[in-house]
């Protein structure tokens, strides 16, 4: 993989782009000067998780022939509050419309998060991370 990380306007605002052209904008918190022009680089980490997640919980109802009308996952993640301050605690609210029975949400996103995840397999094991369905 990879990715280039260019810094677009000062102070602190940055573009990662990779080679199929996508982009997304970073930016440091404004306490430091950022902007509030891109996503900080623990925003993008914790959506990271999110995303790796669902690519595998979405793939394995494709699967199972499950078309999903509805699909969201809300992030609610706590730092530390230290110098360096990773992430203490993510917990993921996975919303499934009524296509998808609870006990299966369950079973898929354990699967996921837990065999499957390169992202979740990446973060530190003193990460707690925690999950919920909801079924809408």
Known sequence: MKLTLQRIEEPFVMELTN??????????????????????????LAGSLAGCISVDVLNVLRKQRIQLKHYKVEIDAKRKDEVPSPFEHIHLIFEFDNSVEEKNAHRII?????KYCSVSASLSKEIKITYEVRII
């Open 19 to 44: 080679g199929q052209s996508n982009s997304c904008l970073m930016d440091a918190i404004p306490s430091l000067g950022g902007q509030n022009k891109g996503f900080r680089p623990m925003q993008l």
């Open 110 to 114: 354990g699967l996921a998060k837990e």
